[in-house]
């Protein structure tokens, strides 16, 4: 049974505490952030990185070593696989057995969808969501692009893989329709004004998403 193990957490934090907790490379990137809203989010969802994690394995935050593959997917010293994703002002970690992937997409009002579909889509996902009126057709588009976005990173390949070389669902239960083999697409929890998906390896069981048991510490 394939599991994977989601949390999410809020960027709009006022927090300074949380800057000793990252590292000098990550605080280093934090100040060539232009906007103070960007630059305390990046602290915010990297610290919190951090705790999460380290709760998870029973280490201290500070002491986490973070490597990269060859895609720039960032890897744990000594797992276990995880994945993050963030936009607006929500953040998204999924911890999974095997390799794993999660996307979290803030559902922009104003984003003028069409093009990036007609683009990035397949012929069967536009078609789908031709068929849908405008309002459901929004929302349609962000959940397909949450869970195509999902699966490249379970890849590892980030969006050097084409988002066009295989098919998701694009409304109702998360599927994988084709090119998508040896992984299981799953629905994420909801979150209001959001769309959310993960992806873990397919053991031919369904996959289980639950939510993460923070131990008291990681909160803190």
Same mark, same amino acid.
């Given at each position: 049974?394939?599991?994977?193990?989601?949390?999410?957490?809020?960027?709009?934090?006022?927090?300074?505490?949380?800057?000793?907790?990252?590292?000098?490379d990550?605080?280093?990137?934090?100040? %060539?952030? %232009?906007?103070?809203?960007? %630059?305390?989010?990046?602290v915010?969802?990297?610290?919190?990185?951090?705790?999460?994690?380290?709760?998870?394995?029973?280490?201290?935050?500070?002491?986490?070593?973070?490597?990269?593959?060859?895609?720039?997917?960032?890897?744990?010293?000594?797992?276990?696989?995880?994945?993050?994703?963030?936009?607006?002002?929500?953040?998204?970690?999924?911890?999974?057995?095997?390799?794993v992937?999660?996307?979290?997409?803030?559902?922009?009002?104003?984003?003028?969808?069409?093009?990036?579909?007609?683009?990035?889509?397949?012929?069967?996902?536009?078609a789908?969501?031709?068929?849908?009126?405008?309002?459901?057709?929004?929302?349609?588009?962000?959940?397909?692009?949450?869970?195509k976005?999902?699966?490249?990173?379970?890849?590892?390949?980030?969006?050097?893989?084409?988002?066009?070389?295989?098919?998701?669902?694009?409304?109702?239960?998360?599927?994988?329709?084709?090119?998508?083999?040896?992984?299981?697409?799953?629905?994420?929890?909801?979150?209001?004004?959001?769309?959310?998906?993960?992806?873990?390896?397919?053991?031919?069981?369904?996959?289980v998403?639950?939510?993460?048991?923070?131990?008291?510490?990681?909160?803190?």
């Open positions: 049974m394939a599991r994977a193990w989601v949390q999410f957490e809020r960027l709009d934090v006022d927090d300074m505490a949380l800057t000793a907790i990252i590292g000098a990550e605080r280093a990137r934090a100040d %060539r952030f %232009r906007f103070p809203r960007d %630059r305390r989010r990046f915010v969802r990297r610290a919190r990185l951090r705790q999460l994690l380290g709760a998870w394995v029973g280490r201290t935050p500070e002491t986490l070593v973070f490597t990269e593959n060859s895609h720039g997917k960032p890897i744990l010293a000594g797992g276990p696989p995880f994945s993050l994703s963030y936009s607006a002002d929500m953040m998204m970690l999924a911890i999974g057995d095997a390799d992937g999660c996307d979290v997409e803030w559902i922009d009002p104003a984003l003028d969808w069409s093009p990036l579909a007609e683009t990035f889509f397949t012929r069967t996902e536009r789908a969501l031709a068929a849908l009126p405008p309002a459901a057709a929004r929302r349609a588009f962000f959940a397909c692009w949450a869970r976005e999902a699966f490249v990173k379970a890849l590892g390949l980030g969006l050097s893989y084409p988002l066009d070389a295989f098919d998701v669902s694009v409304s109702g239960t998360a599927e994988l329709m084709s090119g998508g083999e040896g992984w299981a697409l799953g629905d994420a929890p909801a979150i209001p004004g959001y769309a959310t998906a993960i992806v873990a390896g397919d053991d031919s069981a369904p996959l998403v639950m939510p993460m048991v923070i131990p008291q510490r990681a909160a803190a």
